[in-house]
């Protein structure tokens, strides 16, 4: 009986252990099969987010900024460009039908830029144009000189005044401009420039910068001459920047 027992209590205890066994085989083969699983799963396509409402919106103002932008950096940039044409459509303002501006028409074209017609920058300003007769531009000279100047308008010309006016300041320029002013000045079948036209193209040119002006203006008109060369002209301009303000140095034969 004993035995019988004891045989019975080493079965059982088999069984359970057995049983335990098995249990731990199974817990393992789950342990062991669960990461391959889980990492077989395909992971979902991640969706696209539709855009809201509100972004729509930003990203089509923000394009539009763009074009306007651009669109305004082209036109800026064509504001800034010389244009030829504008220049000519200019040029017609003041010649009307003909291909030149006379006397009337440099009096409203004055009048426009705000200057006097008298006023020593008109005259550095035919110098630019290279204009050949005193009260006139031709289309020629008129494209050509404010081409060189990128002036295609009023406005433009208005804004080089300051420009024109400090050329004179140079004085190799300003030594160009007096040779050229008397070539301007004179009759064109005459090769001497009447002392009425000279004492005025001279009190334009040296009136406000030679202290001894005012003296050799009244010398002029005491003398017996009716007319300047150019020699004396050029001459004149050469004196004036060599004598002294209290003649020290001025030799009656003619040499400074």
């Not at 005259?123 to 002036?151: H, I, N, P």
């Amino acid at each position: 009986f004993q035995l019988n027992s004891h045989l019975t209590t080493l079965a059982s205890i088999h069984k359970i252990h057995h049983t335990l066994h098995r249990l731990n085989l199974t817990e393992d083969v789950g342990q062991d099969s669960h990461p391959s699983a889980c990492c077989s799963r395909a992971m979902p396509p991640r969706k696209k987010r539709r855009p809201s409402t509100g972004d729509d919106m930003s990203a089509k103002k923000s394009r539009q900024d763009s074009v306007f932008r651009k669109h305004e950096t082209t036109q800026i940039r064509e504001e800034e460009t010389f244009s030829s044409k504008r220049c000519l459509e200019w040029f017609y303002e003041y010649a009307g039908c003909d291909d030149v501006v006379g006397p009337e028409g440099m009096e409203k074209f004055c009048e426009d830029i705000g200057v006097e017609p008298e006023n020593v920058v008109m005259l550095v300003l035919a110098w630019k144009l290279d204009a050949q007769s005193m009260g006139y531009f031709t289309l020629q000279e008129w494209l050509r000189g404010m081409g060189s100047l990128q002036c295609d308008s009023t406005e433009r010309l208005r804004n080089s005044l300051d420009y024109l006016r400090s050329v004179l300041n140079d004085s190799t320029s300003f030594k160009l401009i007096y040779r050229y002013a008397f070539d301007f000045a004179r009759e064109k079948d005459q090769r001497s420039l009447d002392l009425n036209t000279a004492k005025c193209m001279l009190g334009l040119l040296l009136g406000k910068t030679w202290p001894l002006f005012p003296v050799f203006n009244q010398f002029l008109e005491q003398s017996k001459y009716k007319v300047i060369n150019k020699d004396q002209w050029c001459n004149v301009l050469e004196f004036s920047r060599t004598i002294n303000l209290d003649l020290s140095n001025y030799d009656e034969d003619g040499a400074c």
